[in-house]
């Protein structure tokens, strides 16, 4: 019996449960064929996708379609494709990997309808958590809101070894329903912004690469120096396998089942349970997507609706604040669709606190452009920055942004990298460029607000709702 196998955030052959199960299902008779199939249309409910993060899901299809030995079938819809493929190879079941966002759970569940009415049966298997999200719970049932708890709650759950992808597969493409892996052609603006075409030119994704991303990331010592090399910005500490785990591209079993017990090592375990407490969080309380975790804190006073905050979100976009650590960490978004985690709260806590803008704006425009975008981590890890989500963040703690890029990119380096009118200063001066002689920083904007005074008006509007 022939299976379908649609590949959504799963995008890889080895240690892939979900895959193995289609496979298995496929030999109970002579047949053996696994139609795997992907599908653009999966991701019609997000919102706008930049040039970005077309091309590195693209390059994430291409890369699986090689390893399949060039059998991969990009349907138009995902549900009238494996319909019509189901009727004309006389297929009775679609295989999927369990899904626990927000949207994909309602997509999930519409989509089962529809197969379903059709005549066909959705088989669900495996995740891309190493304990999928809702097995963690305390000792009376109820979900863990704070991440030390969960931790030791996930370590003590634990998880099954890797395994290997089950030989065998005749994997087969539909010819008929394969639209192809062409580039869409891209406005030379997108969302305001100039498309940088050499980016996206440069990106590389998929499997292999993944795995070798990681290797390289032990080779070159940075997992060894890890729980300190991670924080600063000016240097490559970290793994930069976000995309590869928000694409499933990797399993983060298969990176677990390769750490020890050294400190750093340690350090990068936590953060990928990080990863899956987020999405746990997600799954428990799934309006936390878009809305407030901590309700109260819709009712303070944003300044989205006023003129001035439209103008201040437009600055932000684009780097443009005045801010060498914000603009930098936002231009290295426009330019490489990621951004240093350190940055990315930075530029969370100026949006929140210095412009005093919902988290929602913040979240969105991450959401067009990151390629590793991740509704969990995302919505999260937006709404922890803004002091309204899980954990130890309080509300007033508010970055100090030129504190920050003192701490974590003492050199300027960081911001070097990304502003090109401060590359020419040297050293740490380039934080703080209102010191320097105007004429060593033309071209780069003045501060769009006075950072002390808008910390204390964002504390003002906090205690508003503390009183109200
Ligand atoms: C406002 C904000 C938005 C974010 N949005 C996303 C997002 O859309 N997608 C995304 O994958 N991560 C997001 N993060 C988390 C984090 O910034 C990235 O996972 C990290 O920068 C990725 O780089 P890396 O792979 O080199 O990380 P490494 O430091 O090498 O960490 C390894 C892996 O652990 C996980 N991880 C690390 N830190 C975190 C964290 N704080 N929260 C959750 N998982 C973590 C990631 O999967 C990461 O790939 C966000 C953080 C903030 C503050």
Request: hydrophobic share 40%.
């Amino acid at each position: 019996m022939a299976t379908i196998f649609w590949f959504r955030r799963d995008l890889r052959l080895q240690d892939h449960p979900a895959l193995n199960q289609a496979i298995v299902a496929s030999k109970l008779d002579e047949d053996g064929r696994v139609f795997a199939v992907v599908s653009a249309g999966d991701y019609q409910d997000a919102r706008e996708l930049s040039p970005l993060r077309q091309e590195s899901l693209l390059a994430s299809w291409r890369s699986l379609n090689e390893d399949l030995g060039d059998c991969l079938t990009v349907l138009n819809d995902p549900i009238e494709g494996i319909i019509e493929l189901a009727k004309r190879e006389q297929i009775h079941q679609v295989h999927v990997s369990a899904a626990f966002d927000t949207n994909s759970v309602s997509f999930m569940k519409h989509s089962r309808s529809a197969l379903e009415a059709a005549g066909l049966s959705l088989v669900v298997g495996g995740s891309n958590y190493a304990v999928p999200p809702g097995k963690v719970r305390k000792p009376d049932g109820t979900p863990y809101r704070v991440y030390t708890p969960f931790y030791k709650g996930w370590l003590a759950v634990g998880w099954q070894p890797p395994v290997q992808l089950l030989a065998g597969a005749i994997f087969t493409r539909d010819t008929k329903l394969h639209i192809g892996f062409e580039s869409p052609s891209y406005p030379a603006v997108f969302s305001g912004v100039e498309t940088d075409f050499t980016a996206l030119s440069n990106l590389k994704a998929g499997e292999s690469f993944a795995l070798r991303t990681f290797k390289r990331f032990i080779d070159r010592g940075a997992l060894d120096a890890y729980q300190d090399g991670r924080n600063m910005a000016d240097r490559g500490g970290t793994s930069h396998l976000s995309h590869a785990l928000a694409h499933g591209e990797i399993h983060p079993r298969t990176l677990l089942s390769q750490l020890g017990d050294t400190p750093g090592e340690v350090v990068f375990g936590k953060e990928l349970a990080w990863r899956e407490f987020y999405a746990d969080v997600l799954w428990h309380n799934p309006t936390s997507l878009t809305e407030y975790l901590e309700p109260r804190f819709g009712n303070m006073r944003y300044d989205d609706d006023t003129e001035i905050g439209r103008q201040r979100l437009q600055a932000w976009k684009n780097g443009q604040t005045g801010f060498p650590m914000v603009d930098a960490g936002m231009r290295q978004l426009l330019r490489d669709g990621w951004v240093h985690n350190r940055v990315r709260m930075i530029v969370a806590s100026f949006l929140v606190k210095d412009l005093h803008l919902e988290w929602q704006r913040g979240a969105e425009w991450f959401e067009t452009w990151l390629t590793d975008f991740d509704p969990a981590s995302n919505s999260q890890g937006w709404q922890w920055t803004a002091g309204c989500g899980t954990d130890a963040s309080p509300y007033y703690r508010v970055f100090n942004p030129i504190l920050q890029g003192l701490k974590f990119d003492p050199n300027g380096d960081y911001v070097r990298k990304y502003i090109p009118e401060l590359a020419h200063i040297d050293g740490a001066a380039v934080h703080e460029p209102w010191l320097l002689p105007k004429e060593l920083t033309s071209g780069y904007p003045v501060q769009i607000v006075d950072h002390s005074v808008e910390r204390d008006e964002s504390l003002a509007r906090l205690a508003e709702i503390k009183v109200g």
